[in-house]
């Protein structure tokens, strides 16, 4: 089992930054790409970033484009997703994800709150 910690959610103004991580432990082997989901209340869980583990590349939803900056580093287990001018319609519960063996892990997720 790989298990998936959150961490850096949090209350910030519009305009503001702010950097979430996620911690990959437990039988990473084989893995091929993690990322971010979010969900607002009474809506589906939607695509904002994901970075393939071995070759680096990311992928963005048009909505953070410019915005937002996923990284990895593989000798810490780690993804990271740099939030910058931040906006209200970005607060959500945000959760990692993460391919390993044909099996998606998700972590438990965690609150960014931007304030207008």
């Known amino acids: 089992q790989m298990q998936l910690i959150e961490s850096g959610g949090g209350l910030v103004q519009a305009g503001g930054s702010l950097t979430l991580s996620c911690l990959a432990s437990?039988?990473?082997?084989?893995?091929?790409?993690m990322g971010w989901f979010r969900q607002e209340p009474g809506k589906e869980r939607e695509f904002v970033a994901r970075?393939?583990?071995?070759?680096?590349?990311?992928d963005y939803a048009d909505s953070v484009k410019g915005r937002f900056t996923i990284s990895r580093d593989k000798f810490k287990s780690t993804v990271d997703l740099q939030m910058t001018s931040l906006k209200s319609e970005d607060t959500a519960i945000y959760y990692c994800?993460?391919?390993?063996?044909?099996?998606?892990?998700w972590g438990q997720g965690i609150q960014v709150t931007v304030s207008s």
């Open positions: 970075i393939w583990w071995n070759s680096g590349n990311a």
């Open positions: 994800n993460c391919h390993a063996q044909d099996i998606e892990f």
């Open positions: 437990g039988r990473t082997f084989g893995r091929t790409d």
